[in-house]
Every structure is written in C-alpha cells, then in structure tokens.
C-alpha cells in the first residue's frame, strides 16, 4: 500500500497527467465510504483516501477525544478495494502547521441552520480542513456522502468562493438492511440501540409518503409527535428543506426536497436526510 505523512512527499508520487479522485475521511472506514471509494476507483486514474480525523470541526473536545480511529483497519479494508489506491493519513502539523484553528469563511443561510446551528463552528472547521486538502492535493474530483447534506452544500459553496476546480460529487447514503445511515459513530451503539435506530429512517419515510398530501408544518407536527411518544429518541430537529439552498419548503413544488433529521439514541447522535420526491 501507498501510505504517506506527508502531502509534500504524496505530492511527489501523484502523476498530475492523470485523473485524481479524492475521498477525504475521517477513518472508521464502514462501507459507505467504500461505495465512495468504489465511485472514486471508476472514474478516475488514481484515487487518494485520506483518513484525518479534524481538531477544528470538532466544537466538543469530548466528541474529539472519543472519535474512533483505527488507522490499521482503515488500510486493510482499502488495501481489499485495491492496492493502488493511495492512502494520506497525516499528523496535525502537516495540515495545520503550529496553530490549529478555523480559517474565516462566509456561508450565509445555510451555515447556521441544524448542524450549523447545534454545533456553532463546526462547518468553519471541515471548510478550512476542506480548502487545505484541495488546494494541496488538486484532485481533479472530490467525493461527499449525502447523509452530511449541509456539509455538501457547503463545500460547493467553498469551492465556488475560492474558486478551486475540483469537481464537487455527492454520494447517495448507504443503508444497512434495515435502513439505519451508516456512520462511524454507529460502532457507538449498544446492540439493543442498534435495532431501536431505523426508527429515524421510518420517519423519514413517513414524511415521504404524505408530502404532496399534507403541508410541511403538518407533517413536521406528526413526526415531531412521533418523537415525543418514543422515550429512545430526543430529536433535535425534523426540517423540510429545499435541496439548493436549504430554505425551508412548505408544500410540494416542481423544486427538490428534503427532510432532515437528528435526534439522539442514548448517548449517541444521530443525523439522516431523505430526499421526498424520489422514491
Ligand atoms: O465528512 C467527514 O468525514 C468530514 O467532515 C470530512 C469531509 C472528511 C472533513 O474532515
């Protein structure tokens, strides 16, 4: 495996007549990102993981503290997809040099709505991990899941401001079986939260069926319900938004949706959208 420390030394590597696909990560690698990976592998030459976990999109140092890692898995699990693939897993200092903070960035409306707003800074922080990464390695493609809707709003906004050329993709949300998002912090759940968990994606999809039926703010009221009656969950938001430019909608257009969701199970949070005119 091609593993570096450095993006000096990784920049060397990289043939820059070639196609690169980025697939920026934070490890705990689980197979939503492989399907990223995988996407990466078919449409570029070369594809570079990072695996990083961000001090600066972390606004609770506990959180930080307790991220799973675990670097020797990460590699097997890539090294299986392919053994070409490059692997950039640094230090801090060869990101952030000697202080570890934000860069300043103006998102507008949709920096301060639900994750935004529930965890002041955090986008600041993946924006500036964002910019270092692209501007230093120059992918030619970048790949984003959906379940992190906002944050992939907010990297083609940082894109189009700093006017970087890297091609922005989002990747559909990878479910297990019975529907749960898949996500790092799922390894959090005990095994009876585990199958407690789907309940956010059947809510969704409740949202699903009845909008073109009933307005925004009625089915915004039925879920919300919903979560008050079920003592596992404490729902942070249910929102209905539009996909351009995270609005909020209020009855069926011809625009794309969303619903947008985050609640905690036990200890553990817990986000997942779901786009309400595909099914
Ligand atoms: O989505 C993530 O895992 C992170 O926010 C990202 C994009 C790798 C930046 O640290």
């Known amino acids: 495996m091609n593993i570096f420390?450095?993006?000096?030394?990784?920049?060397?590597?990289?043939?820059?007549?070639?196609?690169?696909?980025?697939?920026?990560?934070?490890?705990?690698?689980?197979?939503?990102?492989?399907?990223?990976?995988?996407?990466?592998?078919?449409?570029?030459?070369?594809?570079?993981?990072?695996?990083?976990?961000?001090?600066?999109?972390?606004?609770?140092?506990?959180?930080?503290?307790?991220?799973?890692?675990?670097?020797?898995?990460?590699?097997?699990?890539?090294?299986?997809?392919?053994?070409?693939?490059?692997?950039?897993?640094?230090?801090?200092?060869?990101l952030y040099e000697s202080s570890i903070i934000s860069s300043s960035y103006e998102f507008g409306d949709i920096e301060n709505i639900m994750e935004g707003n529930i965890r002041v800074g955090h986008f600041q922080g993946v924006a500036t991990i964002v910019e270092k990464l692209l501007t230093l390695l120059l992918p030619t493609n970048a790949y984003f899941g959906e379940k992190d809707f906002q944050q992939l709003l907010i990297i083609k906004s940082l894109v189009v401001q700093k006017k970087i050329s890297?091609?922005?993709?989002?990747?559909?949300?990878?479910?297990?079986?019975?529907?749960?998002?898949?996500?790092?912090?799922?390894?959090?759940?005990?095994?009876?939260?585990?199958?407690?968990?789907?309940?956010?994606?059947?809510?969704?999809?409740?949202?699903?069926?009845?909008?073109?039926?009933?307005?925004?703010?009625?089915?915004?009221?039925?879920?919300?319900?919903s979560f008050l009656s079920n003592h596992n969950f404490k729902l942070d938001y249910f929102e209905i938004r539009f996909e351009n430019n995270l609005l909020n909608a209020e009855k069926k257009s011809e625009k794309k949706v969303r619903a947008f969701i985050a609640a905690k199970l036990g200890k553990i949070r817990l986000i997942d959208n779901l786009a309400l005119d595909e099914f």
């Open 166 to 225: 890297t091609a922005i993709i989002g990747c559909p949300i990878y479910r297990d079986n019975n529907g749960l998002a898949l996500s790092s912090r799922n390894s959090f759940l005990s095994e009876s939260e585990k199958n407690k968990a789907p309940f956010i994606f059947e809510q969704l999809k409740i949202a699903r069926s009845l909008w073109g039926i009933e307005s925004a703010k009625t089915i915004i009221k039925r879920i919300k319900n």
């Open 5 to 94: 420390n450095q993006h000096s030394i990784l920049n060397d590597f990289i043939d820059q007549n070639q196609t690169v696909g980025l697939v920026p990560t934070m490890g705990a690698l689980h197979k939503g990102h492989m399907s990223l990976i995988e996407r990466a592998l078919n449409e570029n030459d070369q594809v570079i993981v990072t695996v990083f976990v961000n001090p600066t999109q972390f606004e609770d140092l506990n959180d930080l503290k307790k991220y799973p890692k675990n670097l020797y898995d990460d590699v097997k699990m890539i090294e299986k997809v392919s053994p070409k693939i490059i692997i950039y897993a640094p230090e801090s200092n060869d």
